[in-house]
């Protein structure tokens, strides 16, 4: 069995969440992007982003309580408008 990067270490407490969220940026080459930075570069509201992640349109990282979204991905959803795909 191999123990992930956070097995075995306590997880309670907002620091450890900002923690977890430091590493996972660092582990990642493209940059996350928070609600209203998705929304922004959608040019549509925070509401329309949670409905198209709710839709499974976007895909989404959850760190602690955060909806955050990679800049790959609004690419690819930016994209996929672009043909008229769903």
Do not use: H
């Not at 270490?9 to 928070?34: C, I, K, Q, S």
């Not at 040019?43 to 198209?52: P, Y």
């Amino acid at each position: 069995m191999t123990l992930g990067y956070f097995d075995g270490f306590e997880t309670r407490g907002p620091w450890v969440r900002g923690l977890a969220r430091l590493a996972l940026d660092m582990a990642r080459e493209e940059p996350l992007l928070t609600r209203p930075e998705v929304a922004e570069r959608l040019a549509c509201s925070t509401t329309t982003v949670s409905r198209e992640i709710a839709r499974g349109q976007l895909d989404c990282t959850r760190v602690g309580g955060r909806i955050l979204v990679a800049q790959a991905e609004v690419d690819r959803y930016l994209e996929n408008a672009k043909r008229g795909e769903p």
